[in-house]
């Protein structure tokens, strides 16, 4: 065997052996950072008597114990509690289902606030190599990578990962549908259907507020249709909605009944809608773009970031459809929300969709700046490592120092002392 013929084989057996290598080596990475993160997380749980009883994480509390105590029956008595006494109309409704049976769960193992704050990790932890995995699929491992790492230390999800609420789970499963629309959107599989009808109907029995982006996809779903295509994805598109109506529906009225349920919306009707509660009125509302300076006070350089790669790909000629229709996504959460109260942890959603821009922006950054492979891999660890330092002070500063429960505008513009 001669030593060209030698030298040819290796340069078509490197790259083989080398994928597996940087896979693991990712993943290793990954592992690592959400370790470092979960140890940090897990010493800063609340102490016992640290939790908000008389809010969300109280509501949360109660409808679980109801559920661990009197089983499926457990759900109906909280709904007869709710529609009972008006001064639970403030706090958030027993209809939300998948939560109240996952936190009975939890309660099951250690009845007490912790277990929840506990499991709000374990959904954290689920977001992130959830992301991992849709990422790497739609773009590439590397970007896959950056974004699961600004994931794990995002300010506002560290945050909703240490309290006894329902945001984690609200989050891994907004991410769920966001990322399956964009797989389906973009190849039209589908197994990819089948995963975003149920991830739709996961997040509608979780939280109501689901519904509002469900227009979105169903509109965009249309618009991306091509012509001769449109009549097939029409009734594709109407068989998936009716579906997940029809089995949503069933669930919810074998969990609470019809009664409950039309008295709950009543409820809903009175307490959101005429009779305006005095927390949401106060610090919660505000103009558009207020989720924007919720964004920019707890990570001022991912959204720089991803505001240059949005602007990138906006100038630029050759339309990429996935950063398209992020970017349409944003625009419309933003504008569904002027309507409705405004809190960034209502809208999490956003958060993902800047930490995926900042992963994409970084990766242009980098290859427009350096020329040699090893240069550019060196230029994005520091990028990536200065990103995750800043993300991680500004948790510790508001939500370890400071100690901020809720998340609004006027809590972190307090703490850094624009307002009093």
Not at 313 to 334: C, K, P, S
Request: net charge positive; glycine share 4%.
């Amino acid at each position: 065997m001669s030593a060209e013929t030698t030298v040819t084989q290796r340069s078509q057996t490197s790259p083989s052996a080398a994928a597996p290598l940087d896979s693991s080596w990712r993943l290793g990475v990954l592992i690592v950072a959400v370790t470092v993160s979960l140890i940090d997380l897990y010493y800063h749980l609340p102490a016992a008597g640290g939790y908000h009883v008389a809010a969300d994480e109280g509501a949360y509390y109660r409808h679980a114990r109801s559920v661990s105590l009197h089983g499926w029956g457990g759900l109906r008595l909280t709904a007869e509690e709710y529609i009972g006494d008006r001064g639970l109309h403030i706090y958030p409704p027993p209809t939300r289902l998948l939560s109240t049976l996952t936190n009975a769960l939890a309660l099951g193992v250690d009845d007490s606030y912790r277990s929840l704050a506990v499991l709000s990790l374990v959904w954290f932890v689920v977001l992130i190599f959830l992301a991992r995995h849709y990422v790497s699929r739609l773009w590439d491992e590397r970007v896959g990578l950056i974004a699961s790492l600004f994931l794990t230390f995002s300010p506002l999800f560290m945050a909703m990962a240490k309290r006894a609420l329902i945001d984690s789970l609200s989050s891994l499963l907004s991410a769920w549908v966001l990322f399956s629309f964009l797989d389906y959107a973009r190849h039209h599989r589908r197994r990819s259907l089948v995963s975003f009808c149920i991830a739709v109907a996961f997040s509608l029995l979780n939280r109501e507020t689901a519904i509002l982006f469900c227009p979105f996809y169903a509109g965009s779903l249309l618009l991306l249709t091509p012509r001769e295509r449109l009549a097939t994805e029409c009734k594709t598109i109407a068989v998936a909605t009716m579906s997940i109506a029809a089995a949503v529906s069933v669930v919810m009225v074998a969990a609470f009944g019809i009664h409950n349920l039309v008295g709950i919306g009543a409820a809903l009707y009175r307490s959101q809608i005429l009779m305006h509660h005095s927390y949401a009125v106060v610090y919660c509302n505000g103009p558009w773009y207020r989720y924007l300076v919720d964004l920019m006070l707890l990570s001022p350089m991912t959204l720089i970031l991803a505001t240059l790669a949005a602007g990138r790909t906006l100038l630029d000629r050759q339309r990429d459809l996935r950063i398209d229709l992020l970017l349409a996504f944003f625009a419309y959460v933003l504008v569904v929300f002027v309507f409705t109260y405004k809190n960034i942890r209502y809208a999490t959603v956003l958060d993902i969709e800047v930490r995926l821009l900042a992963a994409i922006g970084v990766v242009q950054l980098v290859n427009t700046w350096t020329a040699t492979q090893i240069a550019r891999r060196r230029a994005l660890c520091l990028v990536v490592l200065m990103l995750v330092a800043f993300d991680l002070r500004s948790f510790h500063r508001y939500f370890v120092t400071d100690d901020i429960y809720d998340p609004v505008s006027a809590s972190l513009l307090a703490a850094e002392r624009f307002i009093p």
